[in-house]
């Protein structure tokens, strides 16, 4: 945690998702009372053809997305823009997921031209870093995330921006750092953003993403500099999602 920050819980349900599904947003809602609602901002990234409907349903969880072009209009078969997505009603948009750096050979250059156009539509970027098992064992990952900071980031960013850490071997693994690297690794996050940006990156939210877990988020939500959580398997299932949100309420207990 972060004295003034507000942390974002935020689900990922990358490529899950009916329109049965929208029962969950309502479960979600139904369970995110305003006591937690006073302690943490929840929200969840569907797939695309769920962003219309989810938006237009929501009340108190932001609906985001998972990915955008970095062009606004134009000739790009079955991309969609920041804009659209906007005019779609999504809050904020996830960029540079491993699963995009991965599967589609996203770069940092890529990443960075998605940020600008998430922000020019006027949406939150949720930004995503994190190093490879490989890396980490290698003694790299401060430096790597370190570069992909660099290189994702545009040189002005709003000061709503979300980074999400997230190790590429803690991704659906059920692995998860220990809470001094957690705490190792948002702390040289929030260092590199302060001395790039200046004062402004001291309210930056810096998330942590990675097996995030009812059974693990109180001890991961504790650790200095760690703003909310980026969750993906546990996002699709409302009460883990709220067992999550609500170690807040434990923490402030
Ligand atoms: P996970 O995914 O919670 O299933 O590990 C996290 C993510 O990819 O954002």
Not at 17 to 27: I, S, T, V
Not at 87 to 113: F, L, P, Q, T, Y
């Amino acid at each position: 945690m972060t004295p003034d920050i507000k942390p974002l819980v935020c689900g990922n349900w990358k490529m899950n998702g009916l329109n049965a599904d929208q029962a969950k947003l309502e479960a979600l809602e139904a369970g995110y009372k305003s006591d937690m609602q006073a302690l943490v901002d929840l929200a969840i990234c569907p797939p695309f053809t769920m962003v219309g409907a989810l938006a237009s349903a929501a009340d108190t969880v932001g609906i985001g997305a998972q990915d955008c072009h970095s062009a606004e209009t134009g000739a790009h078969t079955g991309d969609v823009s920041a804009a659209m997505l906007a005019d779609a009603g999504a809050k904020m948009i996830i960029v540079g997921h491993s699963e995009r750096r991965s599967d589609h050979g996203e770069n940092d250059a890529d990443v960075r031209s998605k940020t600008q156009a998430v922000i020019a539509a006027g949406l939150t970027p949720i930004v995503c870093v994190g190093e490879t098992k490989d890396e980490r064992e290698a003694g790299k990952a401060i430096a790597i995330v370190d570069g992909q900071l660099a290189g994702s980031l545009p040189d002005a960013v709003p000061d709503d921006l979300v980074v999400a850490y997230e190790p590429v071997w803690a991704i659906g693994t059920g692995l998860v750092p220990s809470a001094g690297d957690v705490e190792e690794m948002h702390a040289a996050m929030r260092n590199t953003l302060v001395a790039r940006f200046g004062e402004q990156a001291n309210g930056f939210r810096l998330l942590y993403g990675g097996s995030v877990k009812p059974g693990n988020a109180e001890e991961l939500m504790a650790v200095a500099n760690v703003d909310g959580a980026l969750v993906g398997g546990a996002s699709l299932k409302p009460d883990d999602f709220l067992g999550i949100a609500s170690a807040y309420l434990a923490l402030k207990a």
